[in-house]
């Protein structure tokens, strides 16, 4: 906080000055015109930047903040006892807590602005490439995208082979793949605090229609990205296309398939999560393939928030993933890897006491924010982090991001699928308000197709071809009590066209979901298709000698896939067709890529066809 009354004038008449500016960024389409900081103070632009990205005018937080220098408040944190009456201290003190209960995250973004007042923003020069990680997008809204980017010239040294500071970072978007014509600029901070990474939130643009952006700092310019944004809610979209992607282990495989995705040039992309896995690096053995001896993880398990960094830092290294990001906006949600193995809620799979785990939450969710495309509203707080969201695509979609991690109970018979029977007790998955939100999001829903875009299968199938029953209980069947209420809802209320997309098992599944697949009803309640892993279980085969009796356990089951790839669906109003798409290998270079199958459903249906 400011440390002096002199330092807290200064700021109070430097936000009088900046004032017109503000009113100029309102006015200008193309943004905010900034003026140079002081040399004696070091006034950076972060008090309008900060502005704008909160209310995209300026309004609200020079408002807020010239009321904070009228109340008293910025010129009172330090005066107790010196230059205030304790009546004044209090006064300043409740106007305080009510900002912050008014404004929120908002008031809290604002507040800590004038920390950086008294930190120079650094002036840098970059020799190594400090856009070594790409550029993305994410979060693609009907007026905007988020796009990112972190700036890391050292992406596996001790400070990423950056100075301690902030440095400014500059951002266009064109409506053009040449840059010709720019339609919004301006300069946000990459912030140490936050890894150095950028997250801009760009609005004022059109609906259903493609964008290319790009970042300059210190001299270095970033490769480009390309964005689409959607069509707005409810608006007639006639298609989509998108890929479902996720499960990437960095040792396991290489990232051909997202070769392929970019190549397709999606609409968007879904990420069901395992961006990165957790576990230490195994060392290249005699058989260990020669393209996989050189991508090894790190020796040890990841803890510490620096630890994910580099984690991040390796994976996003990879030219083929830092591709698949240039070419779409994603909507990316978690999956267990990102903090550890089978996480629930406030466990973890060693057992550790909650309150230890809640430190490693922490560290894995703020380096899941620093390098996720997300929008300030997934800021994580403490070990708390808002990822469950929807994202509607005209009157075709609407795409339920959902968490099943963060609010589940703890897995069944300790998270030992062999001979549980006890599938009835654990009361969560979603959680009650992200169950309750996703409800009366599908009740509301007008949308053709209603997605459930997640993680873990929710068909509860049949895991023993034998005679018995074996449910995998950290999927949706292990938590058959939330399972059924999500399930009845979907029935009771007639929701139609209600399709789920999943990852996690490193196979390509396709089936129908029923609300009880050993008494199946006459129709299914969903369908469900369930994307193979990009890497994670190396080059796989079609299908394993157990796979056809699997099947015929599970009449449910329409087809199962243990290559590695993604899949891309093709949504129209009257048909969603989903193509499976799977390389020969993923331990060579330039693996041959091939259509597997291309599954279909035909609107009311909730059946899949194989054609
Ligand atoms: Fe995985």
């Known amino acids: 906080m400011l440390a002096d009354r ?14 017109p500016y503000a009113e100029a960024a309102r006015a200008s389409r193309l943004g905010l015109v900034i003026g140079k900081p002081t040399q004696k103070y070091q006034l950076p632009a972060l008090p309008l930047r900060q502005s704008r990205e909160i209310d995209g005018s300026g309004r609200t937080s020079v408002h807020l903040a010239s009321w904070m220098c009228q109340t008293g408040w910025v010129a009172s944190k330090k005066s ?9 201290y209090d006064r300043a003190q409740h106007t305080r807590r009510q900002l912050i209960r008014r404004f929120g995250a908002t008031a809290g973004v604002f507040v800590a602005a004038p920390l950086l007042f008294r930190e120079a923003i650094a002036q840098v020069a970059f020799t190594d490439d400090p856009f070594q990680l790409g550029v993305a997008s994410g979060e693609a809204a009907g007026n905007g995208f988020v796009i990112w980017t972190r700036l890391a010239p050292k992406p596996f040294d001790i400070g990423f082979g950056l100075p301690g500071q902030p440095i400014e970072v500059e951002w266009e978007v064109a409506s053009d793949e040449g840059f010709r014509t720019i339609v919004r600029a301006d300069k946000a901070i990459a912030n140490p605090m936050m890894a150095h ?7 004022g643009l059109s609906p259903s229609r493609p964008y290319w952006y790009r970042f300059r700092a210190g001299g270095a310019q970033s490769p480009a990205g390309r964005a689409k944004t959607t069509p707005l809610a409810g608006a007639p979209t006639p298609r989509a296309k998108f890929a479902v992607v996720g499960c990437q282990h960095y040792e396991s495989g290489l990232y051909t398939a997202y070769r392929h995705v970019a190549a397709a040039e999606p609409d968007f992309v879904f990420c069901y999560g395992d961006y990165i896995y957790e576990n230490g690096g195994t060392p290249a053995s005699a058989t260990t393939p020669p393209a996989l001896a050189n991508r ?10 620096d630890d ?3 984690r991040y830092s390796q994976y996003k290294s990879d030219p083929d993933l830092k591709a698949a990001h240039a070419a779409a906006a994603w909507y990316p949600v978690w999956d267990d890897h990102e903090t550890d193995n089978n996480w629930a809620s ?4 060693k057992g550790t006491p909650p309150e230890l785990f809640r430190s490693r939450k922490q560290a894995a969710f703020q380096a899941y924010y620093e390098h996720m495309p997300l929008r300030r509203s997934s800021l994580p707080n403490g070990a708390s982090l808002q990822l469950y969201r929807r994202a509607p695509i005209g009157d075709l979609i609407d795409l339920n991001l959902l968490d099943t991690r963060q609010y589940r109970s703890n897995q069944p018979c300790n998270d030992q699928s062999a001979g549980c029977t006890d599938l009835d007790s654990a009361p969560h998955f979603l959680g009650d308000a992200q169950e309750a939100w996703l409800k009366q999001g599908l009740s509301a829903s007008r949308a053709r197709w209603n997605v459930l875009a997640q993680q873990v299968v929710m068909m ?3 895991r023993d071809a034998g005679e018995g029953y074996r449910a995998n209980v950290d999927s949706w069947a ?3 009590t939330p399972r059924g209420r999500v399930l009845q809802h979907i029935a009771d209320a007639r929701i139609p066209n209600v399709v789920v997309l999943t990852g996690d098992e490193h196979v390509n599944y396709a089936g129908e979901v029923h609300l009880d697949s050993r008494k199946p009803g006459s129709n299914p309640v969903a369908v469900e298709f369930t994307s193979t892993s990009i890497s994670s279980g190396g080059d796989g085969q079609d299908l394993s000698p157990n796979d056809q009796a699997v099947m015929g356990a599970n009449a449910s089951l329409k087809f199962v896939n243990r290559q590695r790839g993604f899949m891309l669906c093709n949504v129209t109003k009257d048909r969603w067709e989903t193509s499976v798409h799977v390389l020969d290998k993923v331990s060579e270079p330039d693996g041959k890529i091939s259509t597997r199958a291309t599954l279909s459903v035909t609107s009311g249906s909730n059946r899949v066809t194989i054609g």
């Open 6 to 19: 002199a330092t807290a004038a200064v700021f109070c008449s430097y936000l009088t000055k900046m004032r």
């Open 80 to 88: 107790k006892g010196q230059n205030m009456s304790q009546r004044s």
């Open 478 to 480: 292990g938590y058959r």
């Open 460 to 462: 509860d199938l049949d």
């Open 308 to 310: 994910y960094r580099r």
């Open 296 to 305: 090894r993880h790190l020796p040890g398990e990841i803890f510490s928030v």
């Open 346 to 349: 406030e466990w973890d799979e």
């Open 197 to 203: 990474s950028v997250h801009v939130e760009v609005e």
